[in-house]
């Protein structure tokens, strides 16, 4: 569960100290979408995610790109197999991220972050990737 769901269920729960409190921690971090998050619609947190994941995509696609264009025949085919697999994986488990919110506007944030977060972090493996 991202924190953006932890501060939602705390907000709902607790009432406003509480949501304001977890408002102020989420804010505090690095988030790129810490604003929209603050603003506790769903709509504008989506829209926020969107666009984190539209640049992380573009990371990725240029990183994996000029990787490709440094490697040899047995690299370049050694991270084409491990990017397939990664898509696989990534699929499943961003795909099944917030089940516990069943068809509520909390799966599809989370389902979103989670996109966001494995794309960030597969820049950064293929980055490193030798």
Same mark, same amino acid.
């Given at each position: 569960?991202?924190?953006?769901s932890r501060l939602l269920i705390s907000c709902c ?40 994941n539209s640049k992380a995509d573009k990371r990725l696609?240029?990183?994996? +790109?000029?990787?490709? =264009?440094?490697?040899? *025949?047995? @690299? %370049? /085919? ?6 397939? $697999?990664?898509? +696989?994986?990534?699929? =499943?488990?961003?795909? *099944?991220? @917030? %089940? /516990? ?6 799966? $599809?944030?989370?389902?979103s972050s989670c996109f966001v977060d494995a794309t ?11």
């Open positions: 569960m991202n924190k953006l729960i607790s009432g406003s100290l509480l949501c304001t409190v977890a408002k102020a921690a989420t804010a505090s971090g690095h988030d790129a979408c810490a604003a929209a998050e603050e603003t506790g619609v769903t709509a504008t947190i989506l829209d926020c995610l969107g666009t984190e696609n240029a990183v994996y +790109k000029s990787t490709m =264009a440094r490697l040899d *025949a047995s @690299g %370049k /085919e050694r991270l084409r197999n491990e990017e397939r $697999q990664w898509i +696989k994986v990534r699929d =499943a488990k961003c795909n *099944a991220a @917030g %089940k /516990e919110f069943d068809g509520g506007s909390l799966q $599809q944030v989370e389902q960030k972090e597969r820049v950064h493996a293929i980055e490193g990737f030798h």
